[in-house]
Antibody
Framework: QITLKESGPTLVKPTQTLTLTCTFS??????????VGWIRQPPGKALEWLAL???????RYSPSLKSRLTITKDTSKNQVVLTMTNMDPVDTATYHC????????????WGQGTLVTVSS | QSALTQPASVSGSPGQSITISCTGT?????????VSWYQHHPGKAPKLMIY???DRPSGVSNRFSGSKSGNRASLTISGLQAEDEADYYC??????????FGGGTKLTVL
């Protein structure tokens, strides 16, 4: 059974750096084809894909946020970490991590998400 | 990359069928058979309903079906049930090896 859970601060100040951790179980991020992605949803708005890291450490980023994002993995800990620099109130959102299976680019398992509020 | 275009809302009565459209470009929806659809009840984790345009994950009702023509994909829900009321999002893999989501559609079961 695949599960993912996001953790991190619930409140960050403008200009600070956000660090979120996705802790997962039920799969290995060393399995060929597998990836873990991050997707966010501002209150009342749509889902927005942010980044993804593959089993081979290949990394993909949203073009509009690429300069602010870094995604890394710790396979031994079953964790993926996303950092986002220079946070702004418009970055207030629920941040989800999700599993990308080996056979399709779809995100087949998602974490419930963690709400991050950016405010001074 | 621009978000895929979905209608803001659709509605239907129990037992009816509805279709949600998702329009992209030749760089995403039209270029790959990698469109997926997600059901999202607020406060819960999004759930994959359709992947690779028309495939259903194990456990998803066969009342949900997907299709694609050109740059436009569609999700059809037949035999509407009250539990289907949720937000629905399409997503596509892109030519830049990234992902893009649609703006979301709120389904109301009357």
């Amino acid at each position: 059974q695949i599960t993912l859970k996001e953790s991190g601060p619930t409140l960050v100040k403008p200009t600070q750096t956000l660090t979120l951790t996705c802790t997962f179980s039920g799969f290995s991020l060393s399995t060929t084809g597998v990836g873990v992605g991050w997707i966010r949803q501002p209150p009342g708005k749509a889902l927005e894909w942010l980044a993804l890291i593959y089993w081979d450490d290949d990394k993909r980023y949203s073009p509009s946020l690429k300069s602010r994002l870094t995604i890394t993995k710790d396979t031994s800990k079953n964790q993926v970490v996303l950092t986002m620099t220079n946070m702004d109130p418009v970055d207030t959102a629920t941040y989800h991590c999700a599993h990308r299976g080996w056979s399709s680019p779809a995100f087949d398992f998602w974490g419930q998400g963690t709400l991050v509020t950016v405010s001074s | 990359q621009s978000a895929l275009t979905q209608p803001a809302s659709v509605s239907g009565s129990p037992g009816q069928s509805i279709t949600i459209s998702c329009t992209g470009t030749s760089s995403d929806v039209g270029g790959y058979n990698y469109v997926s659809w997600y059901q999202h009840h607020p406060g819960k984790a999004p759930k994959l309903m359709i992947y690779d345009v028309s495939d259903r994950p194990s456990g998803v009702s066969n009342r949900f079906s997907g299709s694609k023509s050109g740059n436009r994909a569609s999700l059809t829900i037949s035999g509407l049930q009250a539990e289907d009321e949720a937000d629905y999002y399409c997503s596509s893999y892109t030519s830049s090896n990234t992902w893009v989501f649609g703006g979301g559609t709120k389904l109301t079961v009357l």
